[in-house]
């Protein structure tokens, strides 16, 4: 499985868009990129998912350069509700080569200030 | 609502003592999995479950056990509890083992082991 690079953590003031920037060098052939959010004493929450170039929807958008070696989630105008542990992953999605598992990092710690 | 359901929603367990964490999903997804969550450790893989009737080892299996007697139950026991299982346990699922979709959680079961 692709070892995944993130911050630790980041601030950002309201109504500002952040980007969080994941390392994932040694990502392969077949695995997708996923984001998910989790609040404090909540399960993960699914963002978005991509493969290549940029995915778009109703709460993030991913980017995804040409050589996949990275990611950029991006927040629109974020809020204090926003204020979550963000996890980047890669996971290998090679039908039939056993379990896709997700590997959680430590996440990117975000703090939305007023 | 559609989702996932965790049970009970926090416990304080003897040590020594059997303990069956219960999952149910209503969402006919194939693959379900159970994870842990500790400070400063981040989410690791307990067991999964590609589809009904398979299981198998993840990142830290030692001291419990699953079964998936059906698609929409994946119950984790812990045979006989120790305090370093004193954790926050998520149950998540898929709807496939593939990379292609991404995973849905529940709400997380807080265990203290004393």
């Known amino acids: 499985l692709a070892k995944t690079t993130q911050p630790i953590s980041m601030d950002s003031y309201e109504g500002q868009e952040v980007n969080i920037t994941c390392s994932h060098n040694?990502?392969?052939?077949?695995?997708?990129i996923t984001w998910y959010q989790q609040f404090p004493s909540q399960g993960p929450r699914f963002i978005i998912q991509?493969?290549?170039t940029k995915v778009t929807n109703e709460v993030a958008s991913l980017f995804i350069p040409a050589d996949r070696k990275s990611s950029t989630l991006s927040l629109p105008r974020v809020s204090l509700s926003d204020t979550a542990v963000y996890y980047c992953?890669?996971?290998?999605?090679?039908?039939?080569?056993?379990?896709?598992?997700?590997?959680f990092g430590k996440g990117t710690k975000l703090s939305v200030i007023p | 609502i559609a989702g996932i359901t965790q049970a009970p929603t926090s416990q304080i367990l003897a040590a020594g003592r059997r303990m069956t964490l219960r999952c149910t999903q209503d969402?006919?997804?194939?693959?379900m999995y159970w994870y842990r969550q500790d400070l400063g450790l981040g989410l690791r893989l307990i067991h999964y479950?590609?589809?009904?009737?398979?299981?198998g080892k993840g990142e830290v299996p030692d001291g419990y056990s699953v079964s998936r007697a059906n698609t929409d139950d994946f119950p984790l026991t812990l045979a006989s509890a120790v305090p370093s299982q004193t954790s926050v346990y998520f149950c998540?699922?898929?709807?496939?083992?593939?990379?292609?979709?991404?995973?849905?959680f529940g709400s997380g079961t807080r265990l203290t082991v004393v």
């Open positions: 479950s590609n589809t009904a009737g398979t299981t």
């Open positions: 992953l890669v996971g290998d999605g090679r039908r039939g080569a056993g379990s896709y598992q997700l590997t």
């Open positions: 991509g493969y290549k």
């Open positions: 040694n990502i392969a052939t077949n695995d997708y």
């Open positions: 969402m006919r997804h194939n693959a």
């Open positions: 998540a699922s898929s709807k496939s083992n593939t990379g292609g979709y991404g995973y849905t």
